[in-house]
């Protein structure tokens, strides 16, 4: 099998990461054990394939690195121990090699080296040491402790988040990678929204990504405080500037929120931002004369700088914008007048800018762990596209990490690099070339976007093999979500612009059953706004797809711990 596998790769196909796991006939019995944060332990079947070449032991190398890097991507560690039969050298000297590929001693890493900022940043900020690798007998793997299965009181506790925003000021949040949007209620009823664009990659400094966000609170806490004048009505424009936005705020009153829930598209524990390594924050990172750490700290604590444009006593909280997306689904579950089976938790995936992944659990909580889906290394195949650099459309390799992770294969990213290879054409009047790179410029990838989904419902072949292909890849990280995870729920909530469209919908469903036919996508559409706030929407000619999550937001805040 390592043989084909190597050949398919080299002729440029995808080799997926859970066949090589589940299909390798003959293969060294090896569980990976995480040791997390809390104190928990993770246990993950990892078998490893036993190999005769120089070029099998490269690929199984490869394989190795990237179960790891999924595994840490997804719960992050302490400790990350290989337990195997000792007796079986080759292998326990390839595992042992995992230090230098994740670059555990160096100060400065890249590629596997991301996930180990994560886990040392989270080992400092919730009390610890530094991350490191360990290899065990496997006669001497712990029994994990036995648990309970918590649920039950989830439904209550939805409806009654969502009951507390019939009363008093709630604002909701919703961060993403190109725009952030904004909704304010007083009472019940949906006041107004707003859309900002923003680049928050481009920023230098901490105060670049605080500021807007800061600013929006503000405006939204003005339009609360009512009537909403007309200078408030152009600030709420989108293409209001900054300087409108705060002379608006400046001339009006403001009514305190007193529910504030903030999506973020970062890991995010007991509310504080904990990651630092994704693309938002690639203008920080690069930035020669900044502190990272010390700046990073600013955003870590972004609630204590929204507490003070609060109400006092207010509920502020946090989370990443995958959960969110999760907890909005199950609220508007919870509200759809059916009694839903919430027994197994829910997951969604937002599809955008960028790929998001949020999971409810059964019990109504969010995993305390980074969950980082995005950065899943799913295909050890493609090659000659893995060969590209990452700032070419046509590149599998992100720039964040320099690895082929799963934002090249879902969201806008994964749209463009597909388009490419299937029909060049269908980019045609948005790609440049320049100096040998196939790039589309900022301002041209959201209508670029529009433009393959047009092409979609208007029967186009080609760009139904894009959302089509997208579907499948969405199938191949369910597969390596079961692996890390083993949910509870083979449904899965799609929010974001490619749910927009019921074709591009249809045909990513019908990729995604074609990896896993038990698996069921549902659109985060407008059959989805069953609560007040969400029906709302309508009222201010958006979208639940738009600006569902900052409504989410809202009822998740408003939730009782």
């Known amino acids: 099998m390592l043989d084909q596998w190597i050949a398919e790769a080299r002729a440029g196909r995808p080799v997926w990461i859970g066949d090589v796991r589940e299909g390798c006939p003959d293969a060294v019995p090896v569980v990976l054990q995480l040791q997390l944060q809390d104190g928990g332990l993770r246990q993950l079947s990892m078998p490893l394939p036993r190999w005769q070449t120089p070029e099998q032991r490269d690929f199984v190398s490869r394989y190795a690195a990237a179960c790891v890097y999924n595994a840490l991507s997804a719960f992050s560690a302490r400790e990350a121990a290989f337990y195997l039969d000792l007796r079986e050298e080759d292998a326990a000297a390839l595992l042992g090699q ?21 886990a040392d940043r989270l080992c400092r900020g919730f009390g ?10 496997i006669r001497r793997l712990p029994p994990l402790p036995e648990t309970k299965p918590e649920g039950g009181a989830l439904l209550p506790r939805l409806r009654q988040a969502v009951r507390r925003t019939d009363r008093g000021v709630c604002c909701g949040i919703d961060v993403g990678g190109t725009d952030i949007k904004a909704a304010v209620s007083r009472d019940g009823r949906l006041l107004c929204v707003k859309e900002y664009d923003w680049d928050p990659a481009s920023s230098p400094t901490a105060e670049g990504i605080l500021a807007p966000m800061e600013l929006l609170v503000r405006l939204m806490a003005c339009c609360a405080a009512g009537p909403i004048t007309p200078q408030l009505r152009r600030a709420l424009r989108r293409d209001a500037t900054d300087r409108e936005m705060a002379q608006a705020v400046a001339a009006h009153p403001a009514a305190k929120p007193d529910v504030l829930g903030v999506s973020f598209p970062d890991i995010v524990i007991r509310d504080k931002v904990a990651g630092g390594e994704t693309p938002k924050m690639k203008g920080m990172r690069d930035n020669p004369a900044l502190n990272y750490e010390a700046a990073f700290g600013e955003i870590r604590e972004l609630r204590q700088r929204l507490l003070p444009l609060c109400a006092p006593g207010a509920a502020v909280h946090l989370a990443n914008d995958g959960h969110i997306a999760a907890f909005t689904a199950a609220a508007e579950l919870a509200f759809s007048g059916d009694v839903p089976d919430l027994s197994g938790g829910v997951i969604a995936h937002s599809l955008g800018t960028d790929f998001g992944f949020g999971c409810l659990l059964p019990d109504g909580s969010i995993p305390q762990t980074p969950m980082e889906l995005y950065d899943f290394l799913l295909d050890l195949g493609s090659l000659h596209r893995a060969g590209l650099p990452p700032e070419d459309l046509r590149s599998t390799r992100n720039e964040n990490s320099g690895l082929a ?10 749209a463009f690099r597909l388009a490419a290879e299937r029909q060049p054409r269908l980019l045609t009047g948005f790609a440049r070339r320049e100096e040998g790179l196939l790039t589309i410029p900022g301002d041209l990838r959201k209508p670029c976007l529009e433009h393959l989904m047009d092409r979609a419902q ?12 997208v579907g499948v890849h969405l199938g191949q990280i369910s597969r390596e979500l079961d692996w890390v995870m083993a949910p509870g729920t083979q449904v899965r909530y799609l929010f974001g612009r490619f749910v927009k469209s019921p074709v591009c919908f249809r045909l990513m469903a019908e990729g995604c059953r074609s990896v896993l036919p ?10 989805l706004a069953c609560t ?4 709302d929407l309508a009222g201010q000619d958006v979208t639940v797809a738009q600006f569902g999550q900052a409504v989410g937001a809202m009822y998740f805040a408003a939730m009782e711990p």
């Open 98 to 118: 995992m230090e230098e590929v994740f670059q555990v001693h160096r100060t400065r890493r890249s590629g596997y080296g991301k996930v180990i900022n994560i």
């Open 128 to 137: 610890g040491g530094a991350f490191s690798f360990a290899i065990r007998d």
């Open 405 to 414: 992770g799963a934002r090249r294969y879902l969201g806008q990213a994964a």
């Open 458 to 469: 208007a029967g186009d072949p080609d760009a139904r093999w894009v959302f089509r292909q």
């Open 518 to 527: 038990r698996l069921r996508l549902e659109a985060a559409d407008e059959d």
């Open 532 to 535: 007040p706030l969400m029906r």
